[in-house]
């Protein structure tokens, strides 16, 4: 005899169980529709009082690195030497970078980076029949090489960085001559270059998630007659910023000062005025500079000195755009330099500044937590991650491996780094303590979609929800918000 009890239960199971599938299979699709819309799943930032935040009112303080579209700098990694660039480089690059951005953001592997600054390299924008001295030396510049390629590589590159949840600092190509004068050929190649960047259709929608750093490393900054002012700096860059707001941009603009981004005292009395008032300023550190170095590594001599001379940090967010840092190597093997100001710089193991987290580096960070609203890029990703590693093998660990042989490896930026982003962002992003039912503490809170993807507290849908207790537990649970 058949139970038909039993049957219509059964029933009754599979219907419920296919519906429960259904429900997820809609989950699914939807999370891939926002996908395809990437600027979805970060909030637009914005300058407000000292601090950048988001359209709820949260304080966001960003942590990244630098890096640039070039095979020499990439460690040909990606390609090795040819002549010139073309169209056909730009695949392998662009894949490259993709690694890149995932081990950046992989938080799974303890990595915590939030912001990518692209510096759009003149190798790309250069006219390959023209030769440049240097980076300073815009006589190559092609607008039509820029125009092609900020269309089929840096903006691809930027789509690609906010798919991995980083927001994006844009640097223009090359770097300031030493001198550069209001109204020279150097400012109107900065107002070419913004304006053509500033009215794309996709740049002004993310305008929110892309901010534009104006210049790289201005050194002496002169009026038209090439006499020094204090209003030099503001009558050279206002005119740029008026040309990105009238060419349809609302995003965050970053200012450089003199001195290779060190000297902002001269926009207190001579401000930079913004029409949307979504602006602050963009600045370098590097030990020896500020009067902080290893031997000189007093905290509050080091929060004094910055204050002195960034003084709108206690105005206004501030974004270190560069900054790196390693001890002496014991052998010798590397080659020492002369840095901006002439000091000639020890070899160390691999970074563009000499000094050791212990003495240096921690005097940056009391800096750093002191004004609680300086973001931060090293100069380059490998200073964060070991490149080699990841690529070698999925493994994301810091960047300074080689230090390891001389008991040197805690010493340089990228152990240091690798902690410092996940604590600042675990600071930032963190529910807080909360108390369970089960007696314990909530000392953390994720959310997570049901592709595995990281997001702000949701609102509606099935989510994972990750909890790390006070206890050094973790628990997982799968939540349906209505």
């Not at 600027?39 to 960003?62: C, I, Q, T, W, Y």
């Not at 942590?63 to 070039?70: C, E, K, L, Q």
């Not at 169209?87 to 950046?104: G, M, N, R, T």
């Not at 909360?434 to 507290?457: C, F, H, L, R």
Request: glycine letters at 6%.
């Amino acid at each position: 005899m058949i139970n038909l009890k039993k049957t219509y239960n059964m029933n009754q199971r599979k219907i419920v169980l296919s519906l429960i599938l259904a429900m997820f299979s809609m989950v699914e699709n939807a999370a891939d529709v926002a996908d395809e819309n990437t600027s979805s799943h970060l909030p637009a930032l914005h300058v407000e009082g000292k601090d950048l935040k988001d359209a709820a009112g949260k304080k966001v303080v960003l942590h990244g690195v630098m890096d640039t579209p070039n095979r020499y700098f990439n460690g040909w990694r990606w390609q090795q030497w040819k002549a010139d660039y073309s169209e056909a480089d730009i695949q392998p690059c662009l894949e490259y970078f993709s690694k890149e951005f995932s081990a950046i953001t992989d938080k799974e592997q303890g990595a915590y980076c939030t912001v990518f600054r692209l510096h759009m390299d003149p190798c790309w924008t250069n006219d390959p029949t023209k030769k440049a001295e240097s980076e300073a030396d815009i006589s190559a510049f092609s607008m039509a090489r820029y125009r092609l390629y900020l269309q089929k590589l840096y903006i691809p590159l930027i789509k690609d960085a906010i798919a991995h949840r980083l927001y994006v600092i844009v640097r223009p190509p090359g770097v300031c001559p030493q001198n550069i004068s209001v109204g020279d050929k150097y400012q109107r190649y900065l107002k070419a270059v913004w304006k053509a960047f500033a009215a794309d259709e996709y740049i002004q929608q993310n305008s929110g998630l892309i901010s534009i750093e104006l210049a790289n490393e201005p050194v002496k900054v002169h009026l038209a007659d090439g006499k020094e002012s204090d209003t030099a700096l503001r009558d050279f860059f206002q005119p740029v910023v008026d040309e990105i707001r009238a060419a349809g941009f609302k995003g965050i603009i970053w200012v450089p000062g003199a001195g290779y981004q060190s000297q902002y005292q001269n926009y207190e009395n001579y401000p930079i005025v913004d029409s949307e008032d979504n602006f602050s300023y963009a600045v370098h550190v590097y030990s020896g500079w500020y009067g902080a170095s290893d031997k000189q590594c007093d905290h509050e001599a080091f929060i004094r000195q910055f204050q002195k001379q960034v003084p709108m940090v206690t105005s206004k967010p501030i974004m270190v755009t560069e900054i790196d840092w390693s001890p002496e190597d014991p052998d010798k093997a590397s080659e020492g330099h002369y840095n901006e100001w002439g000091q000639w710089t020890q070899p160390n193991l691999g970074s563009w500044a000499t000094a050791s987290t212990s003495k240096w580096g921690l005097a940056w960070k009391a800096v750093h937590d002191h004004f609680g609203n300086i973001g931060m890029t090293l100069t380059h990703p490998q200073e964060y991650f070991d490149i080699d590693e990841y690529l070698k093998s999925g493994k994301v660990v810091p960047g300074f491996q080689n230090a390891k042989a001389h008991g040197l490896f805690e010493e340089c930026c990228g152990y240091a780094c690798m902690n410092w982003y996940r604590e600042w962002y675990l600071q930032q992003n963190a529910t807080g303590i909360e108390s369970i039912p089960n007696g314990a503490d909530v000392k953390y809170t994720y959310y997570y979609n049901m592709q595995g993807q990281e997001v702000d507290k949701p609102l509606k849908g099935f989510y994972i929800i990750k909890q790390v207790l006070n206890d050094g537990k973790v628990r997982s649970r799968k939540v349906c918000y209505r």
